[in-house]
């Protein structure tokens, strides 16, 4: 059974700093692509941030400079270092596992979601 667990989410003040884990289960988590999204009521589900299984990263335009992704292969987990938080971080941020081959998608999982709220 495949599991994405988050956590470290929480409320943190505007300007400070938050590290989210989401740690995997049931998966070649070496092989898999691992993101960060997240989704505010009322808005689609946005990409936060991705790292690959050969640590190639990508981020959104609006975190550049101020998140980093992660991941260590032997504790299956990624993270996502997020520092000098704005209020328009606050979301759900979600975990996803991605595994495609060409136009085949092996598989994509999902995390249960972990909220940060930044006060301003």
């Known amino acids: 059974q495949v599991q994405l667990v988050e956590s470290g989410g929480g409320l943190v003040q505007a300007g400070g700093s938050l590290r989210l884990s989401c740690a995997a289960s049931?998966?070649?988590?070496?092989?898999?692509?691992m993101g960060w999204y997240r989704q505010t009521p009322g808005k689609q589900r946005e990409l936060v941030a991705t790292?690959?299984?050969?640590?190639?990263?990508n981020y959104a335009d609006s975190v550049k400079g101020r998140f980093t992704i992660s991941r260590q292969n032997d504790k299956n987990t990624v993270y996502l270092q997020m520092n000098s938080l704005k209020s328009e971080d606050t979301a759900v941020y979600y975990c996803?596992?991605?595994?495609?081959?060409?136009?085949?998608?092996?598989?994509?999982?999902w995390g249960q979601g972990t909220q940060v709220t930044v006060s301003s």
């Open positions: 790292i690959s299984s050969d640590y190639t990263t």
């Open positions: 049931g998966i070649i988590f070496s092989s898999t692509t």
């Open positions: 996803n596992a991605r595994n495609a081959r060409g136009v085949r998608v092996l598989y994509d999982y």
